[in-house]
């Protein structure tokens, strides 16, 4: 069993792969890149922190970068995202365009009280605590302390770390302990996971129990890369290989639940949001 975490990323790290005509059509598979482009520094940027999209244009990824984002870009989001760029693990971050994205998305729903699995250095989580009221509350877990603790004194100079209670360790057990207790159900307005996907089934069995009917789940990179598309022989990386079968597990699973309705965006890696109905 593999875990997404840095030494995955030790062990598998993204390399920028140059578009050669023989590689092309695999690369394509995997979703990294159009067909019909030959600019291999455009094809690389792919792989790079800042810009995980699977737009099939890098022009207009980045015409939405720079025209919408960038410039709004709150200052400790940009600080927080230019330390994390010089992580080794950089490529596990989430993409500006998708962290405007998140922070638009709980205001709109008037989010309050919202959990996030996954935190890594927090990019995602400061988008989420300066979108909630001044009273709002993030219950943030990753089995890693020390990324977020890179992260913490820009999340603290903006601010917003009263709202944010960490939780270092596995996300499950948590889970578990706030279902047994049974005062947690149904009261959570936002819920983002961005953690071990293989995991992604399991929590939605409980994550399902603890969101309110009409709040929302949001799962992250339910595109996988683009392999979700791509043949079971094409080549692909070793992680990528091995959680795509559980992505692919996920997608039907959400598209058949009745307790949910659902609506898979483009955004980053692909994020599906999960509206609870009942
Ligand atoms: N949302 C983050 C951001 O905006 O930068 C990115 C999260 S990163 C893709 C995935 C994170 O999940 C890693 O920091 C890893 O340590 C954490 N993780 C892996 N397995 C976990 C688990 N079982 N419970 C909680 N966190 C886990
Ligand atoms: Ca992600």
């Known amino acids: 069993r593999l875990y997404i975490t840095p030494i995955n ?4 790290p993204f390399k ?12 394509a598979v995997n979703g990294e890149t159009k067909t019909e482009s030959n600019n291999e520094e455009q094809v690389s940027r792919h792989q790079e922190v800042g810009h995980k999209s699977l737009l099939q244009s890098d022009a207009l990824y980045q015409y939405i970068l720079e025209t919408s984002v960038y410039p709004r870009e709150p200052e ?9 760029a010089k992580h080794p693990w950089n490529i596990m971050t989430t ?18 009280n919202t959990m996030e699995i996954g935190v890594f250095t927090g990019y995602s ?20 302390r020390e990324n977020y603790d890179l992260g913490r004194p820009i999340i603290e100079k903006a601010g917003v770390a009263h709202k944010i209670e960490f939780k270092e360790g596995p996300a499950m057990p948590v889970l578990d302990e706030m279902i047994a207790d049974g005062k947690y159900h149904g009261t959570y307005d936002f819920i983002f996971v961005d ?31 683009g392999s979700v ?26 598209a058949a639940d009745p307790r949910i309705e659902i609506c898979m965006l483009p955004v980053g890696d692909g994020i599906t949001l999960c509206r609870r109905i009942n």
């Open 76 to 84: 400790s989001m940009k600080e927080l995202r230019e330390i994390t």
């Open 16 to 27: 920028p792969k140059i578009q050669t005509k023989k590689n092309q059509a695999k690369m």
């Open 229 to 254: 598309v791509a043949p079971p022989d094409a080549p692909m990386r070793k992680y990528v290989r091995y959680y795509r079968d559980f992505v692919l597990e996920l997608n039907k699973a959400l």
């Open 125 to 144: 989580l400061l988008a989420t605590a300066l979108a909630l009221p001044d009273d709002g509350k993030i219950l943030a877990m990753d089995i890693n």
């Open 195 to 225: 953690a071990d996907k293989d995991n992604y089934i399991n929590y939605h069995k409980r994550l399902i129990d603890l969101v309110k009917v009409g709040g929302l789940i949001g799962y992250d990179n339910t595109l996988w890369n």
């Open 95 to 112: 993409s500006a365009d998708e962290g405007q994205f998140l922070n638009m998305l709980l205001k709109l729903v008037n989010a309050k």
């Open 9 to 12: 990323f030790f062990f598998f």
